[in-house]
């Protein structure tokens, strides 16, 4: 699925210039890119929100705008699909969830504005777990994305609309989120390129929140030359997000071939422990082997605590349910979304919350809500910020003598639907290479590596010291020009 020479297969720095030049148009690739989706989403399930209306629109103004001499942006036409809690004014934003069955933003997130000022189209609103949380996207209100390398499989989560619609063609760039894993999971499970930006790089404002001190929005692409022509649009101080880094941006693409003769690359042992499987195992230490064969020197470190599933599962999981407990109070069926008449209000809340929330979503809820109570912040919520501290400073200390770290992103290819539903801890477990990163705050990238033997994309975690995302781009694009890519 998703092999095809149509003009919605095409990358978009290829796409780009055949815009401008006018040797195509926006429209008949937007046109290319609907029809795709007509053509095989109902399997696939990539789309909560498809915009045809609204896209083909955007389309004929970026074609009118070009004619009249105009410039457009650095995404002039190129289809870029938002995952469904980016919010995005006159249309529909469910978060994958009952409770907000209908809600229309009165306003565009700073990602989606950045977008529309550099010219993009937007398809559509894209699939997801309930308010991003799971490592599957089966906890989705809409049901499950369908892997489109192989449809019994999961596609990963939260954001397995992002990373599967990029994989079938069915857009050509993509946004999702990543909380603990939610893009490099994804991506690598669907076999495409997933960015999570440092924390305070890209803006939040317009992000339905999880968890407000680990959520991060990033790019996903078919290639690293087209993830980071996203990355450096949406990239950048706003004034609007309390939380976003106000220093000096510079774009990543102009570095991108740069290569990595001068890298040290550091393979934390933790990372190659029991449980990792072994094809998994060996395409990472093929893209590894690809970065020293281009010049890199490689170093086995030690990550004792952030590499210690006990220390970041527990961590991560206390931290996320304590902050999404206080996020999630918002959806009281008052303010907007669904609505179910109790006899009192606080009866209204149990009622509207008890059918707009899956079970993932309520199991999340409690437990943060446990370990933020009285007599037991202290023992969960407050250890938990200690821990997340020693992971900081364990990445601080080894990025002294490396400039990127390599791993497996998942422990395994994509596994069957169902395969872990009923298993929260084993679903949890699936983000034992991930979480850290977001604990840390310090950015992530998953680019393919290689297959498996049954043909399931696996792919290579590069990791940096916080705003270098540069060097992760450079070093990905080396794993990828050895072939690592699979789509």
Known sequence: MGESNELNARSAHELLPLILKGEITALVVCEAVLSAIDAQDAEVNAYITVDKEGALAQADSVDKRLANGEDVGPLAGIPVALKDLICTQGLLTTCGSNILPDFVPPYDATVTQRLRHAGAVIPGKLNMD????????ENSARGPVRNPHATDRVAGGSSG?????????????????????SIRQPASFCGVVGLKPTYGRVSRYGLVAYASSLDQIGPLGRNVTDTALLYDVIAGHD?????????AFEPTLPSINKGVEDFVVGVPTEYFAEGLDAEVRARVE???????AAGATTREVSLPVAGHPDYVIASYYVVATGEASSNLSRFDGVKYGLRVEGEDLGDTYCCTRSAGF??????RIMLGTYALSAGYYDAYYLKAQRVR????????????????LAAPVAPTPAFRIGEKV???????LSDIYTVAVNLAGIPGISVPCGASSEGLPIGLQLLAPPFEESRLFRAARVVESEGGSTT
């Open 130 to 137: 309930e308010f991003a949380m799971g490592s599957s996207n």
């Open 161 to 181: 609309g992002s990373a599967a619609a990029v994989a079938a063609n069915e857009t050509v760039l993509a946004l999702g989120s990543d909380t603990g894993g």
């Open 239 to 247: 004034k609007s997000d309390a939380t976003s880094a106000d220093l």
């Open 286 to 292: 093929q893209g590894i082997a690809a970065l020293e």
């Open 358 to 363: 899956g079970d993932e979503v309520k199991r």
């Open 389 to 404: 501290t020693l992971i900081k400073q364990d990445f601080e200390r080894v990025f002294e003598d490396c400039d990127v």
């Open 422 to 428: 009923d298993d929260p801890l084993q679903m949890y």
